[in-house]
């Protein structure tokens, strides 16, 4: 089973760009579909990306297309967040998560999630 750890938050001003990392420990990476959520205070925990097992599938929250790109290297366990043009309603905690299935963007989907890592976005 895998374990998750995130990096790359922090506070950074509207317009700006973060790239989020997720490293994952374990073995058989490539056996599982990844995801980003993000959760703000107070609501729900919402997915943003997903990825394929090979990475050649993908998917977008609906209000973040085109401003962000997930990727995967599953040589070295890594999923990345490209965030861009980012903005003051993108402030969260944002969670790397693995699921079974090779695609989802259900979060009851996904099992395995790291700590998350915060981004603050100022306006």
């Keep these: 089973q895998v374990q998750l750890v995130e990096s790359g938050g922090?506070?950074?001003?509207?317009?700006?760009?973060?790239?989020?990392?997720?490293e994952a420990s374990g073995q058989m990476f490539s056996r599982y579909g990844m995801g980003w959520f993000r959760q703000a205070p107070g609501t729900e925990r919402e997915f943003v990306a997903a990825i394929s097992r090979s990475g050649d599938r993908n998917y977008y929250l609906e209000s973040m297309k085109g401003r962000v790109t997930i990727s995967r290297d599953n040589a070295k366990n890594t999923v990345t967040l490209q965030m861009?043009?980012?903005?003051p309603e993108d402030t969260a905690v944002y969670y790397c998560a693995s699921t079974y299935f090779d695609f989802s963007s259900t979060t009851s989907q996904y099992l395995i999630w790291g700590p998350g890592t915060q981004v603050t976005v100022s306006s």
């Excluded at 922090?10 to 997720?22: I, K, P, T, W």
């Excluded at 861009?84 to 903005?87: G, Q």
């Design 84 to 87: 861009n043009s980012l903005k």
């Design 10 to 22: 922090g506070l950074v001003q509207a317009g700006d760009s973060l790239r989020l990392s997720c």
